[in-house]
């Protein structure tokens, strides 16, 4: 029950300061935004059939996006040194490793929301479906989970901002690859049964990623 | 209070601490002064399970800091010379946020004094930008001993203050050391660390090099001894 607690703690210390500042959400919502108009804009010239290129567009938007929301998230833990201060309450390193990551896949998961209305208006597409809703959660899970624990590594170097994609976007591959293919699926509305392996595919990384994540966030905090 | 025997701690090639011994009773003041890159923040940071050891034995309260670190955590209290307070939450919310986490009870009338003890009671509700350098180490104090530690860790408080804001610090650094409560504090300036301290230590390239008693000691006599110490080291 403590555990839960300190993780609901720091989500709210998070959903605070953001509600203050939306440094971290305006930050992904207009970058966001921008990728939609420069990638309709391309596709207007060259593409026949946009709807075959979406499920690509959106999440390659929703990962561009996201990394710009981790930097964020944990360079606003460095100012003033205050992941020191997480580090130095009396808890398992694993706690403060929930709290932030839950809180990045809230930021991500809103700014996603409030996306996929304007991407329906410009693609001309219906993405409001429910299968697809809980593909983005899934595909954000694993995306939030393994950002978490490589933006917290990449934010004690003097590259941050360039070492994060670095390190994120190789690792993350498998759970874009079989988020695409999901999203390609459902907007062809493929039955479910062919479906099936990339779903269980998505959610088998995500709790790899989660587990794996969540037992070295210790390793990668203390020096 | 503290045991710390052998302790070493490198940094690639580069060796910060390079064997120090030391022990601390409970209930004392201990002030560890040394020159910029004498270890002295290394050393402090192992303390507070913020750097593991390379090698070497550290005990804090009876605890080994290899496999009690939570517990050692619950009875520590730091502060350094950045507030590690959130600058966009209010005072009020930086002192409720680390009373959560250190499961403070009850937390609304600890907050309330510790405003009051700092000073900031009439800042409750300004987010911690707005104040100034010392208002923020008075706020980082308040932090640091919302818990009520046996063990305060007091990385080069004084960095960056003011006389006035200096003076306010000293006078609750004084407060905040009762009987019980073990302070270790490390400085560069030899003044602020003898004025307050029970016993002194040098620090010097990752060694102690002198421990004494703070009683017999003036200003005149620790500028002297410290010099031979470093220029020592140095050579």
């Given amino acids: ?223 | 209070m503290i045991q710390i025997q052998g302790l070493v701690k490198s940094f690639g090639h580069t060796y910060a601490l390079q064997g120090v011994d030391l022990e601390v009773a409970e209930g004392e003041f201990l002030t560890i002064v040394g020159p910029n890159g004498a270890g002295k923040t290394t050393l402090l940071r192992i303390l507070a399970t913020l750097l593991k050891p390379t090698s070497g034995l550290v005990r804090i309260a009876g605890l080994d800091m290899a496999s009690g670190g939570t517990e050692i955590r619950r009875r520590i209290g730091f502060v350094s010379h950045r507030p590690l307070v959130y600058s966009n939450l209010t005072v009020e919310e930086n002192l409720y946020f680390y009373g959560r986490i250190y499961d403070v009870h009850p937390l609304g009338e600890r907050v309330d004094m510790l405003l009051n003890l700092v000073g900031l009671e009439g800042r409750r509700h300004s987010p911690a930008r707005t104040l100034s350098r010392g208002m923020q180490q008075r706020l980082s104090l308040a932090r640091a001993v919302i818990h009520e530690p046996s063990l305060m860790l007091l990385d080069e408080p004084y960095t960056g203050l003011d006389q006035q804001a200096t003076k306010m610090l000293r006078r609750l650094l004084q407060t905040i050391n009762p009987e019980s409560r073990t302070v270790v504090m490390t400085t560069h300036n030899l003044e602020r660390g003898l004025e307050l301290c029970d016993r002194l230590a040098i620090l010097s390239r990752g060694r102690i090099v002198h421990q004494s008693e703070k009683a017999p000691l003036t200003l005149t006599e620790l500028q002297e001894i410290y010099w031979q110490c470093v220029e020592e080291k140095t050579d």
């Avoid at chain 1, 938007?61 to 833990?77: C, D, I, K, Q, W």
């Avoid at chain 1, 624990?149 to 360039?162: C, D, G, K, Q």
């Avoid at chain 1, 390609?184 to 990339?198: E, K, M, R």
Wanted: charged share 15%; proline share 4%.
């Fill in chain 1, 1 to 223: 029950m403590s555990f839960w607690r300190k993780v609901l703690t720091i989500i709210w210390k998070d959903v605070v300061a953001e509600l203050r500042t939306k440094e971290i959400f305006s930050s992904m919502f207009v970058f966001a935004l921008l990728l939609i108009v420069i990638f309709n804009f391309s596709f207007d010239l060259r593409v026949e059939k946009v709807a075959e290129v979406v499920p690509g567009v959106l999440w390659v938007t929703f990962v561009f996006a996201g990394t710009l929301g981790l930097n964020r998230s944990l360079a606003l833990e460095m100012e003033d040194a205050c992941l020191d201060g997480l580090l130095l309450a009396p808890m398992e390193r694993g706690t403060i490793y929930f709290g932030k990551m839950l809180g990045n896949l809230i930021f991500i998961s809103i700014t996603e929301a409030l996306m996929l209305p304007i991407f329906s208006a410009v693609f001309d597409l219906n993405l409001i479906r429910p299968a697809l809703l809980l593909t983005i959660f899934l595909g954000t899970s694993g995306f939030a989970a393994v950002g978490t624990l490589l933006s917290t590594m990449a934010v004690n170097t003097r590259a941050r901002e360039v070492m994060l994609p670095v390190l994120l976007f190789p690792i993350i591959l498998p759970v874009v690859i079989s988020a695409v293919k999901l999203t390609t699926g459902i907007l062809d509305g493929l039955p479910w049964d062919s479906l099936a392996p990339w779903l269980r595919f998505l959610v088998g990384f995500d709790i790899i990623f989660l587990v794996i994540s969540y037992l070295t966030f210790d390793y990668v905090v203390q020096g």
